[in-house]
């Protein structure tokens, strides 16, 4: 594979992953169906952030008893699509969803 397409489909399984978190953050999918499409991708950009993503995922029940801790993980996921928006890879794995990046 080329490095202009390599590039490109980097570049589209990032577009890709910031779609679903989009949508998970607007509520238009859940935590599981997000977990299911983020799996099909490679992830391999995002080394660290597969990991962690299972954090923000398994704590649904918990944001939905504990408002606060709903606004962290929220603001959290608001972050990594700033990140993703901008092409901050290094920053976007960074981000773990157990305390503020």
């Not at 962690?52 to 704590?59: K, Q, S, T, V």
């Not at 603001?75 to 890879?89: A, F, N, T, W």
């Amino acid at each position: 594979m080329t490095s202009a397409l390599y590039a490109n489909k980097m570049k589209s399984e990032r577009d890709e992953l910031l779609r679903i978190m989009e949508s998970m953050l607007a509520g238009e999918i859940d935590s599981e169906r997000a977990r299911i499409s983020v799996e099909a991708l490679s992830m391999k950009e995002f080394p660290n952030l597969y990991g962690n993503l299972h954090h923000y995922y398994d704590d649904e029940d918990v944001r939905a008893k504990d408002l606060e801790y709903k606004k962290f993980q929220d603001k959290e996921l608001e972050k990594l699509i700033r990140r993703l928006k901008s092409g901050d890879i290094e920053k976007a794995n960074e981000i773990s969803f157990l305390h503020e990046s």
